[in-house]
C-alpha cells in the first residue's frame, strides 16, 4: 500500500476511510490540465524553497504551498513542473505526487504512518526465504544475510526468519527496537519517502538499510528484486512486466530522494 493509498483509507486513528477507487476513477476521466505557466523554478523564501511557476508559488491539492525544506527535493520538484509539455501530468511526475502526500496528509497524521512501518516489520519479506531451488536460497542468504545482520545490529535487536509462507511473529522487543528508530525519520517529507520505499521494496528492513546508508539507492532495489530477477532470469520477462517494473523504479526513486534528502 503506497502513502497515497494510505492516507486515503485511514485516519490517524487508523479508521478506515470510504473507498477512494469511484473517485480515482472520476478523476481519471477528466482531461489533464494544459500547462499554464512559462517557467517553474526555484526561489528560497522564508526559509524553505519554494516550486515557483513563473514567480508564483505552486500549491497542493490541498492548497498549501509548494515549499520544502531541502533544495535538493525542491530542485526535483521544479524538474518535473518544468518538462511537463501541453498537459500537466501527474502520472508522470513521481516527486510531485509524493510531496504532496507529505504536505497534505503525512504532516497531520504521521504517527499513524509510523505505526504502520513498524506493523510492516513484522512480516518483512527479507525474514522470509525460499527452501528451495539451491541457487535461490544460495542467493537470499548472499545478498539478504549482510544487510538483515547489519540492520540487526544498528537496532540492538534479531529478527525470526521462516522458511515458505508460514507466518514468524517478531519479538516485541525487535518491534520496538524498530519504532524508535522510525521515530527519527522526520515528517513528512523523509517520513513518506520511507514509507514508499518500504512498500516498494516490501521491506522495512531494507528501508532502514538505504536510510542508515548501509545500502546505497540501486543496491536497495536489486536487493529488493532478488526473487524476481531469479524468476526473469530462469523464464525471462515480457514487455509489459518490463514496463510495470521501470515505473515503479521512478517512484522508487522518488522515494528515495524524500527519505535521504527531505
Same mark, same amino acid.
Given at each position: 500500500?503506497?502513502?497515497?493509498? /494510505?492516507? @486515503? #483509507?485511514?485516519?490517524?486513528?487508523?479508521? #478506515?476511510?470510504?473507498?477512494?477507487?469511484?473517485?480515482?476513477?472520476? %478523476?481519471?476521466? &477528466?482531461?489533464?490540465?494544459?500547462?499554464?505557466?512559462?517557467? %517553474?523554478?526555484?526561489?528560497?523564501?522564508?526559509?524553505? /524553497?519554494?516550486?515557483?511557476?513563473?514567480?508564483?508559488?505552486?500549491?497542493?491539492? @490541498?492548497?498549501?504551498?509548494?515549499?520544502?525544506?531541502?533544495?535538493?527535493? %525542491?530542485?526535483?520538484?521544479?524538474?518535473?513542473?518544468?518538462?511537463?509539455?501541453?498537459?500537466?501530468?501527474?502520472?508522470?511526475?513521481?516527486?510531485?505526487?509524493?510531496? &504532496?502526500?507529505?504536505?497534505?496528509?503525512?504532516?497531520?497524521?504521521?504517527? @499513524?504512518? #509510523?505505526? !504502520?512501518? =513498524?506493523?510492516?516489520?513484522?512480516?518483512?519479506?527479507?525474514?522470509?526465504? %525460499?527452501?528451495?531451488? !539451491? $541457487?535461490?536460497?544460495? #542467493?537470499?542468504?548472499?545478498?539478504?544475510?549482510?544487510?538483515?545482520?547489519?540492520?540487526? $545490529?544498528?537496532?540492538?535487536?534479531?529478527?525470526?526468519?521462516?522458511?515458505?509462507?508460514?507466518?514468524?511473529?517478531?519479538?516485541?522487543?525487535?518491534?520496538?527496537?524498530?519504532?524508535?528508530?522510525?521515530?527519527?525519520?522526520?515528517?513528512?517529507?523523509?517520513?513518506?519517502?520511507?514509507? &514508499? =520505499?518500504?512498500?516498494?521494496?516490501?521491506?522495512?528492513?531494507?528501508?532502514?538499510?538505504? @536510510?542508515?546508508?548501509?545500502?546505497?539507492?540501486?543496491?536497495?532495489?536489486?536487493?529488493?528484486?532478488?526473487?524476481?530477477?531469479?524468476?526473469?532470469?530462469?523464464?525471462?520477462?515480457? !514487455?509489459?512486466?518490463?514496463?510495470?517494473?521501470?515505473?515503479?523504479?521512478? !517512484? /522508487?526513486?522518488?522515494?528515495?530522494?524524500?527519505?535521504?534528502?527531505?
Amino acid at each position: 500500500m503506497s502513502i497515497d493509498d /494510505f492516507l @486515503a #483509507r485511514f485516519g490517524a486513528a487508523g479508521q #478506515r476511510q470510504p473507498d477512494p477507487v469511484a473517485a480515482a476513477q472520476k %478523476a481519471m476521466r &477528466n482531461p489533464l490540465p494544459a500547462r499554464f505557466y512559462e517557467t %517553474a523554478a526555484v526561489l528560497e523564501r522564508d526559509g524553505l /524553497f519554494h516550486v515557483a511557476l513563473d514567480g508564483r508559488t505552486a500549491r497542493t491539492p @490541498a492548497r498549501n504551498p509548494l515549499a520544502v525544506a531541502s533544495r535538493a527535493v %525542491a530542485e526535483a520538484l521544479a524538474g518535473e513542473w518544468q518538462a511537463q509539455t501541453g498537459r500537466i501530468d501527474p502520472a508522470i511526475m513521481p516527486v510531485t505526487r509524493l510531496v &504532496n502526500s507529505a504536505l497534505d496528509g503525512v504532516a497531520d497524521q504521521h504517527e @499513524a504512518v #509510523r505505526a !504502520e512501518i =513498524v506493523r510492516y516489520a513484522g512480516s518483512d519479506a527479507l525474514c522470509y526465504r %525460499a527452501a528451495e531451488p !539451491e $541457487a535461490l536460497v544460495e #542467493r537470499q542468504d548472499a545478498l539478504w544475510g549482510p544487510v538483515l545482520r547489519d540492520v540487526e $545490529a544498528m537496532l540492538g535487536a534479531r529478527f525470526v526468519l521462516a522458511q515458505g509462507v508460514m507466518f514468524a511473529a517478531q519479538p516485541q522487543a525487535t518491534l520496538d527496537a524498530v519504532a524508535r528508530r522510525v521515530a527519527g525519520i522526520a515528517a513528512p517529507l523523509a517520513l513518506a519517502g520511507a514509507h &514508499n =520505499v518500504m512498500t516498494l521494496t516490501g521491506s522495512a528492513i531494507l528501508m532502514l538499510a538505504l @536510510a542508515d546508508g548501509r545500502l546505497d539507492e540501486e543496491a536497495c532495489w536489486a536487493t529488493a528484486h532478488l526473487d524476481e530477477d531469479y524468476q526473469i532470469g530462469v523464464w525471462g520477462q515480457d !514487455e509489459e512486466a518490463a514496463q510495470r517494473r521501470a515505473v515503479r523504479r521512478r !517512484e /522508487f526513486a522518488a522515494a528515495a530522494l524524500l527519505l535521504l534528502r527531505g
